[in-house]
């Protein structure tokens, strides 16, 4: 990168930064239904600055959802490669609000801090391309490489209508390369390849006892409680290791070789760090992976939320007539998620006591995992762009999330995905004070565009 271009970035800034906020005030929460304006304004508001910022063809993808964004710049040529870049411009409600320093959606710098919701995920992080895209019409008038964006607002919540654009417009979408930043390096100082994304199988679990709620007195001891068969159900998905012990759940779980398993062992996180970040008072789970491999490696089955019975301030002496359960899986290559909503569906009808009747609904169709090499050429270029602006090489590893809609990518589109995120393990992704470290965003900017002059080669 030349000195003008530098010089360029450095000026730029505050103005990026400026411009970053103005999109964060709006609160796009799209699994909120009231917020659906909220959702098309965000999509406008990037329609505009994509335009401004030298991008053509910008447009408003209506679907059944939230909308879509495209965009592209594609007069690099024909023999120059063509990166495809994905981003969500929708974000995770804010509850609880009374943590948050600075209000949600009221963008506050601190420090080197910016704190909003979005901020890292991932609208500050899909910001730093069109950013990137900008600071090269600005300099140079032209890009390396020729681009598309496509940006949805339904992430958060599933990803459904992109997962139905993207088959049915693989022309409009052909590249060379996906790029993508919504993910974590590990510091400031040292950056982070993501080569897999765990995938997500979701549903919501409930137990029938009698018709309605009974007086515990009249019948306590004689009828099954459905808050507590509910507990003994719950109580079967692990053992006391963390294994999940659904039959056939590890079926198709591709285990690491001991080369990845090394790749592994260098990300500098361990029980340490986990216990520092997350304040519990110990780790959990099979002791003989690492916490790094149980997180990025290894399928869970989590229960999210579980309620029945009298709850509310008071006392009532009562026999629920149901208990509920949300529970979600994140899951592994090659693990599909319809199949494993179906084996937690079987072996809860096999546990079942004739007491009670169990309902196992999956919400929406899941996900599945993501896995790349490492060799890819692309990600090779992004190796490289990470180690000459951060001037640490990055380190490889998996990460515990998903994006819904990378497998897709990957598969239909049929190109290589690269994961090159700028987030920090303390953004505060989907809780109070969310934040973005900016020096990471414009540091992201940068690696953003080296990435595209190494990929030209
Ligand atoms: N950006 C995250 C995925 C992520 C999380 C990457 C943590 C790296 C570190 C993404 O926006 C996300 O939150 N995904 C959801 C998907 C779900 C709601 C379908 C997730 O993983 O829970
Ligand atoms: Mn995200
Ligand atoms: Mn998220």
Redesign the pocket.
């Known amino acids: 990168m030349n000195e003008e271009t530098q010089a360029y970035l450095k000026s730029a800034q505050k103005q990026q930064v400026n411009e970053l906020i103005e999109w964060l005030r709006i609160p796009s929460i799209s699994?909120i239904p009231a917020h659906k304006p909220d959702l098309l304004d965000a999509a406008n508001w990037l329609i505009k600055n994509m335009e401004s910022s030298g991008l053509e063809n910008v447009e408003l993808i209506e679907t059944d959802g939230h909308p879509l964004v495209y965009a592209d710049w594609l007069h690099a040529g024909p023999d120059k490669p063509t990166v495809l870049v994905y981003g969500?411009y929708d974000v995770?409600p804010v509850d609880p609000l009374e943590l948050w320093e600075t209000p949600p959606f009221e963008p506050t710098v601190r420090g080197d801090d910016l704190f909003a919701r979005g901020a890292?995920?991932?609208k500050g992080?899909t910001f730093i391309h069109v950013k990137a895209v900008e600071a090269f019409m600005q300099t140079e008038g032209a890009l390396p490489v020729n681009i598309k964006f496509l940006v949805e607002g339904e992430?958060?919540?599933?990803?459904a209508e992109i997962a139905k654009y993207v088959p049915k417009n693989k022309e409009k979408l052909a590249a060379d390369v996906c790029l993508i930043s919504?993910?974590?390096i590990m510091s400031p100082t040292q950056p982070i390849i993501?080569y897999s994304?765990?995938g997500?199988w979701?549903g919501e679990i409930t137990v029938m006892g009698p018709t309605s709620d009974l007086h515990s007195g009249m019948f306590g001891g004689a009828i099954h409680n459905a808050n507590q068969a509910l507990a003994e159900l719950l109580a079967a998905l692990h053992d006391t290791d963390g294994r999940v012990m659904v039959p056939g759940f590890y079926d198709n779980v591709t285990e690491m070789t001991a080369d990845e398993r090394a790749v592994l062992a260098k990300v500098p996180y361990g029980d340490k760090e986990l216990l520092a970040i997350s304040g519990a008072p110990a780790a959990y789970g099979e002791p003989e992976y690492s916490v790094v491999e149980r997180i990025g490696a290894r399928p869970t089955l989590e229960i999210n939320g579980m309620w029945g019975g009298y709850i509310t301030e008071g006392f009532k002496t009562v026999i629920p007539s149901q208990a509920h359960a949300k529970v979600?899986c994140?899951l592994v290559p090659d693990q599909e998620p319809a199949r494993i909503g179906k084996l937690i569906d079987d072996y809860l009808q096999e546990l079942a006591p004739e007491t009670i009747t169990v309902k196992v609904e999956s919400r929406?169709a899941g996900?599945p995992a993501f896995l790349a090499p490492m060799d890819l050429p692309a990600i090779q270029a992004a190796a490289r762009a990470y180690g000459k602006v951060f001037g640490t090489e990055p380190v490889f590893k998996r990460?515990?999330?998903?994006?819904?809609i990378v497998g897709d990518i990957q598969r239909e589109l049929n190109m290589p995905v690269v994961?090159m995120?700028f987030?920090l393990p303390d953004d505060n992704?989907?809780a109070p004070n969310e934040k973005f470290h900016l020096p990471n965003f414009w540091r992201g900017i940068e690696t953003a565009m080296v990435f595209m002059e190494e990929i030209v080669g």
């Open positions: 699994t969500h995770q890292s995920d991932d992080q992430e958060e919540s599933g990803g919504d993910t974590g993501t994304l765990r997500m979701a979600s994140r929406g996900a990460e515990g999330g998903g994006i819904p994961l995120g987030g992704l989907h």
